[in-house]
């Protein structure tokens, strides 16, 4: 029972990533283009576009956050705020791009208030 999966809320998630794959894949695909521009460029740090890998470091938490959700685990203080960081960072930097990734948004906001805010059913792992 310590690890099952609550399935309204991997609907949730489900539907929520089939919306927004479009967007995460195109940005998985660019980042992946300027990577390879880099290491053409001799993999300088110097040379590296940093802010291209934003995007991706805030996917990453959004995963984390949704599986954690999914299992009803919360996700430690500090890599809230850092996925919470990244993310913002993300949706200013590329704007043009976070009209197609708002229900992400919106979801993201919604496990941050998730966790931390307790609940009646505490979940296991505080």
Known sequence: ?????????????????????WPLLFSMVFIAAVLAGWIEKG???DNLEW???????????????SVKWIYNRYVHPGALLVGFVFGIISVVLFSHG????LPAIIFACYLCYWNLIPSDSEPTDR
């Open 1 to 21: 029972m310590k690890n099952q999966i609550h399935s309204k809320r991997f609907a949730v998630f489900f539907a929520i990533f089939l919306v927004t794959a």
């Open 98 to 101: 976070a009209l197609t990734v």
């Open 43 to 45: 993999l300088r740090l």
């Open 51 to 65: 802010p291209i890998l934003f995007p991706a470091i805030a996917w990453f938490f959004w995963i984390r956050f």
